[in-house]
């Protein structure tokens, strides 16, 4: 049976949420959804959606990084929004991010996210 190995960044923050930020099994990588939280200061960073998404991506990149993958291995990523309004916004930040790279993706409008946030992201990373 292969093993399943936790990954927690320098950032991992508990929130009293039952979840580890990311796991591996099998070579693949599933992340938590990451919010759009500045984890330095605990905040939502100001000005909005594109800030919000920018955030969220710099914290599923800290995963990304702490499994000792990168981002060009990101076979899936799923996105949370409270609007579908901020589609086109999200998808500016996350074309930024990602550059020629094209997961596959789905935006999911929704209600209210946790702790007010705009945006929050999870992805699927191969390892091998």
């Known amino acids: 049976m292969n093993e399943i190995k936790k990954v927690e960044t320098k950032y991992s923050v508990r929130d009293g949420g039952h979840y580890t930020p990311g796991m591996i099994y099998n070579g693949v990588l599933y992340i938590s959804g990451q919010l759009?939280?500045?984890?330095?200061?605990?905040?939502?960073?100001?000005?909005g959606i594109k800030?919000?998404?920018r955030q969220a991506l710099k914290n599923l990149?800290?995963?990304?990084?702490?499994?000792?993958?990168?981002?060009?291995?990101?076979i899936q990523c799923r996105v949370y929004l409270p609007d579908v309004k901020y589609w086109g916004d999200?998808?500016?930040e996350y074309a930024s991010y990602f550059g020629e790279h094209?997961?596959?993706?789905?935006v999911v409008p929704t209600n209210n996210l946790y702790n007010g946030c705009l945006c929050e992201i999870e992805a699927v990373v191969a390892m091998d």
């Open 90 to 92: 999200l998808n500016e």
């Open 36 to 47: 759009s939280i500045d984890p330095e200061t605990g905040k939502v960073p100001e000005g």
């Open 51 to 53: 800030q919000e998404a």
């Open 61 to 74: 990149d800290y995963v990304i990084q702490a499994a000792g993958a990168s981002k060009d291995r990101v």
């Open 102 to 106: 094209k997961p596959s993706r789905i």
